[in-house]
């Protein structure tokens, strides 16, 4: 009786739980706070000290030369990248797991590579490569890289979830009358989405991102991570904290809306039984 | 609107073009493997089968884990290439065809239902893959026919073990093929529940008149389902015919001891005369008639079941026409309510099993007693002598 009491009452473990737990998050989002903070700043030429609050970044995001164009440039790259390591990376995942081929364990392993190979060389042997080729480094080249580095991780992610699939359900399906393509798109891609959804989360996120290959591989061209880091010997303008918050406050939006959806959808699973 | 009835025979691949043309009411096709093998690397699951199903039996394929059964299924359903051999369903050689050009349903033995849609999506899956025109209300009566019609919207995680079996079975029943495999449809549920779905599975097969292909290795849901009973053993067939002809006449000592039991006593055959084979067995001659004898000279095994067998008192005169064995000893007396089963321990021929129903009430012989053994002569079997007399005993500790 009295050792359950004390439990329940005060103990070391109670308060420093709680205190290291605040110090970790202040660690992670002071950062974060700051450059919210800074997107208020009435910034003259330089956006390091406070100046005072203002709303003209917001009012207009794109006041900063370049800064838009920048953002749209990584955008653009973003989705095509994604779009072209999602689809590709999917195949090669179901293929992994689903056909015995010769080198398959070969590819298993290789396709590791790009993500354990430091960026820098990665970025330096693509640019020297596409030199070689005789390749002009912009847009074309920057996209060819992103969908490069991020396709491994599409695989890892979907691959997880293809063999976590029953193959009794494509045999099943191709048993009710459905071709191999049908038993594709009816039972295994929908099973897919999921993992596929979250790779190319992963995907964007690891493009937008990117500055160091980007760097080695855009020549005149611009994306926002490299525009933030130009700038940043003249002092970045409040403009790029707007876009960054927006960024930060969308991919919030995001886990919340599909946590929320997750547990609506577990609500109602529970509620039909 | 008459364009509109014709629309399942349209796809020539699909079952439709290989047997009856209108998809309800279908009345199943004959099914033909004729030198079926299948080998993986170097074993040989399923070796140089040859069978034919009737159209329209319910037919079981009864055998121990691990025999080639499930193998077997999946080659008719295309799920699996025969090394060699062929495979014919209506007349029609289909071993080329991929699975979703045959005209065959399964029912998985994991049920194998799509967790991403509903009851109902997952049973009207193969009439929309074929464009049946009323795939709905046809796959609402397939849950109709299964007793699921009010779970047509739930998802399989949220069905329990036997209504997923349903729906299972609803599943591959709506698209009336015209074989229907069964892989084990009824392992996961509890005996009671078993029970039920065994009688409930021969109903619609009855009512729906398909030919129904039964996986199991529960010998007494083959028997009690099934209209012809294939046995297999280690990917071959022992033994093929009805229930009642393999429980009374088994060919083979696997079967023997695999439906049900036997008692099997080794022998060396003396004469053959009129119709009979007489056997001696340690000193005992017993007769065995010629057309239940599988050999009929050299080493044989002589087999009686056991409730054919009558228990004498060890002193009780005897009609000379009869198979007797003994003096022996009781050694087990155990009262199973409609029955009594013996055991009998007869020196130099081993233990005998016997069944008496408890016809006068109670067990009439008592423990330690010296019977005789008797039984008439026209319920002997005779075996080949060189097969070891415990192949396919059941393990009790297993089953
Ligand atoms: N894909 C495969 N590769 C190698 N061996 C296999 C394969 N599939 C089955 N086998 C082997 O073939 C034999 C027959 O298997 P099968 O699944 O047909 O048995 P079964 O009679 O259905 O048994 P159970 O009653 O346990 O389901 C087994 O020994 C099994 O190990
Ligand atoms: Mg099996």
Known sequence: ??????????????????????????????????????????????????????LDAWRNPCGAPQVCEAFVNSLTVGLLATAGATVLGTMVAVAL???????????????????STPEVVLGAALLAQFLSLRVQPGFGTVVIAHVMFSVSFVVVTVKARVASLDPRLEEAAADLYASSWLAFWKVTFPLLVPGIAAAALLAFSLSFDDFIITNFNSGAFTTFPKFVYVSAARG???????????????ALVLVVAVQVAAAARRRRAARAV | MAHGTTTGVQDAAGPAGATDGPTSGGSGADLGLVGVTKAFGSYLAVDDLTLTVPAGTFFALLGPSGCGKTTTLRMVAGLEHPTSGSITIGGTDVTARRAHQRPVNTVFQSYALFPHLTVLENVAFGLRRRRVPDAVARARDGLALVELPHLADRRPAQLSGGQQQRVALARALVNSPAVLLLDEPLGALDLKLRRQMQVELKRIQTEVGLTFVHVTHDQEEAMTMADQVAVMNAGRIEQLGTPAELYELPRTVFVANFLGQSNLLPGRVREVRDGWV??????????????????THGDVLVGVRPEKIHLLPADEELSDD?????????????FAGVSTQYQVEVPGLGTLGVFAQNLAGGAQVALGAQVRLAWAPRFTFGLDGSTDASDGVVDLDRA
């Open chain 1, 97 to 115: 797991v689903r056909y015995r081929f010769r080198g398959r364990s070969a590819a298993n392993l290789l396709i590791f590579l790009p993500m």
């Open chain 2, 322 to 334: 009869a198979n007797v064995v003994g003096p022996g000893r009781v050694t087990d007396v155990s």
């Open chain 1, 1 to 54: 009786m009295s050792a359950a009491r004390r439990r329940r009452g005060w103990s070391l473990g109670d308060a420093v739980v709680p205190v290291f737990a605040g110090l970790a998050f202040l660690y992670l989002l002071v950062p974060v706070a700051y450059t919210v903070a800074f997107s208020f700043n009435d910034a003259g030429r330089s956006n390091l000290v406070w100046q005072g609050f203002t």
């Open chain 1, 236 to 250: 970045i303008p409040p403009q790029a904290n707007v876009i960054g918050s927006i960024m930060f406050a969308l």
């Open chain 2, 278 to 295: 007489g056997v001696d067995v340690g000193g005992t001659r017993l007769v065995v008639p010629q057309d239940r004898a599988v050999s």
